[in-house]
Nanobody
Framework: QVQLVESGGGLVQAGGSLRLSCTASQWTFATFHMGWFRQAPGQEREFVAAVSVSGDPTVYADSVKGRFTISTDNAKHIMYLQMNNLKPEDTAVYYC???????????????WGQGTQVTVSS
């Protein structure tokens, strides 16, 4: 069973930073590609970033390239999303995800966390 638990969301002013965390089992980190998605009110869930099960490569949506960084600490079974220079349009519920297919632009996810709210004020 794959269980993903996010934390680290909150309210931040534009230009600020937040770091999201996703915890899962050692087996999950050793088996699946991992990533982040987000869903803003009234919009569809969209891909944000992903990392291969081997740790390389990493893949980002164009909208976050240069501002967000995805990383994993396999010893602690934690995945991070460091978000810098946040913009109001980054406001959304952010979901941790795991899947078996990673492309150059997307992660096909089968498992999801419960989500954590990120709100960026202008």
């Amino acid at each position: 069973q794959v269980q993903l638990v996010e934390s680290g969301g909150g309210l931040v002013q534009a230009g600020g930073s937040l770091r999201l965390s996703c915890t899962a089992s050692q087996w999950t980190f050793a088996t699946f590609h991992m990533g982040w998605f987000r869903q803003a009110p009234g919009q569809e869930r969209e891909f944000v970033a992903a990392v291969s099960v081997s740790g390389d490569p990493t893949v980002y949506a164009d909208s976050v390239k240069g501002r967000f960084t995805i990383s994993t600490d396999n010893a602690k079974h934690i995945m991070y999303l460091q978000m810098n220079n946040l913009k109001p349009e980054d406001t959304a519920v952010y979901y941790c995800a795991a899947g078996q297919l990673l492309t150059y632009s997307h992660l096909e996810s089968k498992w999801w966390g419960q989500g954590t709210q990120v709100t960026v004020s202008s």
